[in-house]
């Protein structure tokens, strides 16, 4: 079983909608959670971190629910420019601040005009 | 701006040969990282490196070693490229500290392929 699972699409919605990524985690004792973009042939960036109260930014909203561990992403009135991989992400953090990010296999997002 | 940098965007090689991938970031981060990325896999860690000489395997690191003589450089070596070996390298680089290790900012990436 694989340590972060997403679906991997892709979805195919059309501009203004909204739609919702989901992740599951299999480590419990994961303690950073964190959504990555990675748009076509190039690098995965820090789209925004995910906190246990909900955060939200612009029209991008994350939860965490670590009971049922398990991330979401909502993305409200879709843009063309939202179309991308979204990276589900974890940091195990280890003794001192040495830790590693454990990456899910993304989902792809295609927003259609 | 974090600039991570990547020697190469493309690379072709064969069978056999010794590969290296060379990897500078500009921020003086403590921490350094090389993933290989692939289809229905997602990004999968090679190796690590928290300080300079030092090193850690990340998931996958048979067929693979690095070299972090400088605190800006972060070398990912394949002894003997095989095939299984063609896939997009890339690295990443984040600072130490409490929350530090969560950001990594990455480079364009290095698509390798092996003949």
């Known amino acids: 079983r694989k340590e972060v699972e997403q679906d991997p699409g892709p979805f195919n919605v059309p501009e203004g909608a909204t739609v919702a990524f989901n992740c599951t985690y299999s480590n419990s004792a994961s303690q950073s959670f964190f959504w990555y973009r990675q748009d076509c042939r190039k690098e995965p960036k820090l789209l925004m971190s995910?906190?246990?109260s909900g955060n939200e930014d612009g029209r991008f909203t994350a939860q965490l629910n670590r009971a049922s561990q398990y991330i979401s992403l909502l993305i409200r009135d879709s843009k063309l420019s939202d179309s991308a991989t979204y990276l589900c992400v974890v940091n195990h953090r280890g003794s001192g601040n040495t830790g590693k990010l454990i990456f899910g296999q993304g989902t792809t997002l295609q927003v259609k005009p | 701006d974090v600039k991570v940098t990547q020697s190469s965007r493309y690379l072709v090689k064969r069978t056999g040969e010794k590969v290296f991938l060379e990897c500078v970031q500009d921020m003086d981060h403590e921490n350094m990282f090389w993933y290989r990325q692939d289809p229905g896999l997602g990004l999968r860690l090679i190796y690590f490196s928290y300080d300079v000489k030092m090193k850690e395997k990340g998931d996958i690191p048979e067929g693979y070693s690095v070299s972090r003589e400088k605190k800006e450089r972060f070398s990912l070596i394949l002894e003997s490229a095989s095939t299984n070996q063609t896939s997009m390298y890339l690295c990443?680089?984040?600072?130490?500290?409490?929350?530090?290790?969560?950001?990594?900012?990455f480079g364009p990436g290095t698509r390798l392929t092996v003949l």
């Open positions: 995910v906190y246990s």
């Open positions: 990443a680089s984040s600072p130490q500290g409490v929350g530090g290790p969560d950001t990594q900012y």
